[in-house]
T-cell receptor, first 113, second 112 residues
Framework: GESVGLHLPTLSVQEGDNSIINCAYS??????FIWYKQESGKGPQFIID?????DKRQGQRVTVLLNKTVKHLSLQIAATQPGDSAVYFC????????????FGKGTLLTVNP | DTAVSQTPKYLVTQMGNDKSIKCEQN?????MYWYKQDSKKFLKIMFS???????INETVPNRFSPKSPDKAHLNLHINSLELGDSAVYFC???????????FGSGTQLSVL
């Protein structure tokens, strides 16, 4: 559903559950993708990135999946913690542009203790 | 030490005024950016500079003038401020193109 006021897609999970945040990107020529986390009052913080020659990449508690066929990106967070509560953005390099990252709409993740 | 620092953090001003936001990065990056985040959290690129040279100008009104005196600094000057300029402005830097961006903590601009 949507968060009233911010109009962001929202995801609410219980602490300890796994979270999956989805993103549809727009340009089939994009070849670099990033996930960012933004906490209230702070700047976006890098989580994980992936290039188009891969379809999966893992970090600490996070996994990014890339499906180029349907232009879909997902972020999986394992064992979600209250500190994971934030707005999550996917970004693409806009059709291969070297100096322009285009951000998606953002998803508000709320972790309930 | 803060990697990407921007000042001021808050800026409240009247319509028609001119204001500047400063940004400095100590990461040794070649590329710097300005992004604007609106009230719905949408992040949109405004400018990108590589080695002090303007690379991207994303159809921003010419009231906005970025200036990069050296690779570590990218300042943003805004003339004749309008109500619609109210937003959070983020500076960012990266090693080059197609690399992850490191963001500052933002400048909340409120135009009254």
């Amino acid at each position: 559903g949507e968060s009233v006021g911010l109009h962001l897609p929202t995801l609410s999970v219980q602490e300890g559950d796994n979270s999956i945040i989805n993103c549809a990107y727009s340009n089939s020529a994009s070849d670099y993708f990033i996930w960012y986390k933004q906490e209230s009052g702070k700047g976006p913080q890098f989580i994980i990135d992936i290039r188009s020659n891969m379809d999966k990449r893992q970090g600490q508690r996070v996994t990014v999946l890339l499906n180029k066929t349907v232009k879909h990106l997902s972020l999986q967070i394992a064992a979600t913690q209250p500190g994971d509560s934030a707005v999550y953005f996917c970004a693409e390099n806009s059709g291969g542009s070297n100096y322009k990252l285009t951000f998606g709409k953002g998803t508000l993740l709320t972790v309930n203790p | 030490d803060t990697a990407v620092s921007q000042t001021p953090k808050y800026l409240v001003t009247q319509m028609g005024n001119d204001k500047s936001i400063k940004c400095e990065q100590n990461l040794g990056h070649d590329t710097m950016y300005w992004y604007k985040q609106d009230s719905k959290k949408f992040l949109k690129i405004m400018f990108s500079y590589n080695n002090k040279e303007l690379i991207i100008n994303e159809t921003v009104p010419n009231r906005f003038s970025p200036k990069s005196p050296d690779k570590a600094h990218l300042n943003l000057h805004i003339n004749s401020l309008e109500l619609g300029d109210s937003a959070v402005y983020f500076c960012a830097s990266s090693y080059g193109g197609n690399e992850k961006l490191f963001f500052g903590s933002g400048t909340q601009l409120s135009v009254l």
